[in-house]
Each structure stands twice: as C-alpha cells, then as structure tokens.
C-alpha cells in the first residue's frame, strides 16, 4: 500500500484478554516505530526496529508488552493481560532510514485500544 | 519519560487569525520537528529544522530552530478552517539515533 496501515482500527476488550495489533509499514521502510498516544496526550516511544532486530525495548512500560517484526515487513505489538491503564492509540510509523539520519516519520491512522 | 514543554496547550482563535505556538526544552536538541495530526489520523511531518537559527516556511507555516537549541516556535498565517488539529513539536537529541522526544501538543480551535 501507500501508506502505513494499522489493524484493528478499534479494539474493546475485556481486562485480562490479550490483544495484538498489527503494522504494515511502507514497503522498503527499515526503521520501524511503536507509540502509545493516551488522550490528550503527546506520543510516547515504545519500542524502535531496525530491519528485524529491536535495539531498544526500553519503552515498553511492562513485561505484559512485546513485539516483533518479520521479515523486515509486518510488526505487531502484543498486550498480555490487559489492563485499563492500556486503553489508549497505539501508533506505528515507519521511515526510511532512522530519524537521527533525517528520516521522516510516516505515521499509521493507530489502533484504538479501550479496556473495560 | 522526558518530554518537551508545549504551549500553549489550546487555542481558540478567529479565521484569518495569526497562529504562534512553542516548544522549550532544558536540554540541547540537534533536530527540531513540527506535526500536525487530524482526529483519527496519525501525525503529519509539517517541517524540520536541523541547525539552530534555522528558520523554515512550508506555506502559511514557519517555524524557527531556537539558537540555543533548547527551543522552537511555530507561526500560521492567516488561519483557515482546515488549520483544525493538534499541533506537535518533537526533538531529537544526539545521543540517539532513532528517539524523537514529543510535546504534549497544542489543540488549534477555530472559532465559527
């Protein structure tokens, strides 16, 4: 495509459920970005992939969270056991080379996570 | 984690109305960028500044690469309807190569 895609759009769940979310950045994008967006919030940096490897998973505000990428292509970011404090617009983006380099940052339209 | 400090937070402001917004940080960055993000859509490069005392226009847009690094501003000119969003200044610091620290946004109302 185009663009970054995101899936699902919207996800309600319940507290306790898995969730996964899935990126497809823009073809040939190696560097690869995980956000969490809470309301009326800024962007908060979760997690970065250059080509399959993550060198920093610093981000991730517990071990409930991982991620992967395969094939230099597809990420998806998995919630375990989910809790309210997860709700929030999980964002992906992708760039061409990483932003330290100049890359520009396309972002994903975010997947909208509610908890209940 | 660290953020920049963003203000103003909100504006209502009239059509055709100038736009001033700012981004201030204790720490020196060696990239600026402004965003914008539309409901339901992700954020948007509007521009980037790379040197300090860098001042840049896209359009209507302008904003300026604070000469003691720690800044930057954003100018609109001539407001219009389609200005509606949220407006996000970002930073990159040198000690990463790929982490953009983000401001908290400033949310740009129109008034009818």
């Known amino acids: 495509g185009a663009g970054v895609s995101q899936s699902p759009s919207n996800k309600v769940t319940e507290k306790g459920k898995d969730v996964e979310l899935r990126c497809d950045p823009i073809?040939?994008?190696?560097?690869l970005y995980w956000y969490r967006q809470r309301l009326g919030q800024g962007l908060e940096f979760l997690i970065y992939f250059q080509g399959n490897s993550a060198p920093d998973k610093s981000g991730l505000p517990s071990d409930r969270f991982s991620a992967e990428r395969t094939g230099e292509s597809v990420s998806t970011l998995t919630i375990q056991r989910t809790q309210q404090e997860d709700s929030a617009v999980y964002l992906c983006a992708s760039s061409l080379v990483p932003s330290g380099g100049g890359g520009e940052l396309f972002f994903g339209e975010g997947s909208r996570l509610t908890v209940l | 984690g660290q953020q920049l400090n963003q203000s103003p937070q909100s504006m209502f402001i009239q059509e055709g109305e100038d736009v001033s917004m700012n981004c201030t940080s204790s720490?020196?960055?060696?990239?600026w960028l402004w965003y914008k993000q539309d409901p339901g859509e992700g954020p948007v490069l509007l521009i980037a500044l790379y040197k300090a005392g860098e001042l840049t226009s896209n359009g209507r847009l302008t904003a300026q690469f604070g000469i003691t690094r720690k800044d930057s501003f954003l100018n609109i000119s001539a407001s219009i309807p389609s200005d509606v969003g949220i407006y996000f200044c970002?930073?990159?610091?040198?000690?990463?190569?790929?982490?953009?620290?983000w401001g908290a946004g400033t949310k740009l109302i129109i008034k009818p």
């Open positions: 970002a930073g990159q610091q040198m000690d990463s190569n790929y982490q953009l620290i």
């Open positions: 073809s040939g994008h190696t560097a």
């Open positions: 720490s020196i960055f060696n990239t």
